[in-house]
């Protein structure tokens, strides 16, 4: 592995343990355990993509939770240019969330 594979793997884990700071305002989990983030990619230059969908068309959070991913990612030291994009395909269900989010919330 490469020098630059190792910092963008390094990067990589970075921004997801700052996603998992971040919570949906009417569930008590994280949304990275919830499943609400499909993809993350580090990019050269340290830009990086991140897609995520959210637990329904209507969510009162529709414009809070992206820009607060945005803003937590872009505060990584090392991070470039952010881009946050929403999809509903395939549509967010509670199969998508981790054992421990299923536990936290009673599922299991």
């Known amino acids: 592995m490469s020098e630059v594979e ?4 390094e990067l990589k884990s970075k921004v997801i343990d700052a996603i998992q700071t971040v919570y949906d305002p009417e569930i008590p989990v994280n949304i990275y355990e919830l499943g609400l983030i499909y993809e993350v990619s580090v990019f050269p230059v340290n830009n990086i993509f991140i897609q995520m969908t959210l637990t ?4 009162p959070a529709a414009q809070s ?44």
Do not use: H, R, Y
């Open 6 to 9: 190792i910092d963008q793997a």
């Open 56 to 59: 329904s068309p209507n969510c």
């Open 65 to 108: 939770m992206p820009a607060e991913v945005e803003t937590k990612t872009k505060a990584i030291e090392g991070v470039n240019e952010v881009t946050v994009e929403i999809t509903f395909d395939p549509a967010w269900s509670q199969e998508m969330m981790s054992d421990a989010a299923k536990l936290e919330l009673g599922f299991m």
